[in-house]
Nanobody, 124 residues
Framework: QVQLVESGGGLVQAGGSLRLACATS????????MGWFRQAPGKEREFVAA????????YYVDSVKGRFTISRDNAKNTVYLQMNSLKPEDTAVYCC?????????????????WGQGTQVTVSS
């Protein structure tokens, strides 16, 4: 059974930092590209970042470039999202996802497996 479990969310003041982690099990992690998506109340799910299976390629939505960093540890079957200089508009539920498709990683429909999400709240 495939499981993706996010952790690291919480309440932080604007300008602060959080590091999200997504621990996976039940899949051959180093064969999967990984993505982070977020959804704020009343808004559609939004792509945040993605990383190739090897970690040599990363992708970001423009609004987080220079502030967020996605990384992975294939030995630990875990993907991370380091979030710095957080803004109130970053407030959302953040979910990780896994895909065997290595293109169009911005598209949530490409992903096979999803975690339940972790809440990130940024106060002004």
């Amino acid at each position: 059974q495939v499981q993706l479990v996010e952790s690291g969310g919480g309440l932080v003041q604007a300008g602060g930092s959080l590091r999200l982690a997504c621990a996976t099990s039940g899949l051959t992690f180093n064969l999967y590209a990984m993505g982070w998506f977020r959804q704020a109340p009343g808004k559609e799910r939004e792509f945040v970042a993605a990383i190739s299976w090897s970690g040599d390629r990363t992708y970001y939505v423009d609004s987080v470039k220079g502030r967020f960093t996605i990384s992975r540890d294939n030995a630990k079957n875990t993907v991370y999202l380091q979030m710095n200089s957080l803004k109130p508009e970053d407030t959302a539920v953040y979910c990780c996802a896994a895909t065997r498709v290595y293109s169009d990683l911005f598209n949530p429909w490409q992903y096979n497996y999803w975690g339940q999400g972790t809440q990130v709240t940024v106060s002004s």
